[in-house]
Nanobody, 122 residues
């Protein structure tokens, strides 16, 4: 059974930065491509960014390119999301998930965790 726990969210002003963490269980973490998704109030969950199992390749949604950076530490079973130049439209609950390496933006685990709230004030 895979357990994913997000943390690091909070309240920041527009233009500020925040770093999210996703701690994963399982000894095969280093074989999983991982991704971040987000869901804003009243909107559908959307893909944000993904990273290959080795960390060698990354895939970003156009809306966050140049502002967000995904990384991972396989020794710690953790994936990170560094968010810079935050905008009010980045306000959402952020979730992590295993992603299909063939499509990158498709979550592999049907059940989502609690996520972590990111609120950007204007």
């Amino acid at each position: 059974q895979v357990q994913l726990v997000e943390s690091g969210g909070g309240l920041v002003q527009a233009g500020g930065s925040l770093r999210l963490s996703c701690a994963a269980s399982g000894r095969t973490f280093n074989s999983w491509a991982m991704g971040w998704f987000r869901q804003a109030p009243g909107k559908e969950r959307e893909f944000v960014v993904a990273i290959s199992s080795s960390g060698g390749r990354t895939y970003y949604a156009d809306s966050v390119k140049g502002r967000f950076t995904i990384s991972r530490d396989n020794a710690k079973n953790t994936v990170y999301l560094q968010m810079n130049s935050l905008k009010p439209e980045d306000t959402a609950v952020y979730y992590c998930n295993i992603v299909n390496p063939l499509t990158w933006s498709t979550p592999a685990i049907a059940s989502w965790g609690s996520g972590t709230q990111v609120t950007v004030s204007s």
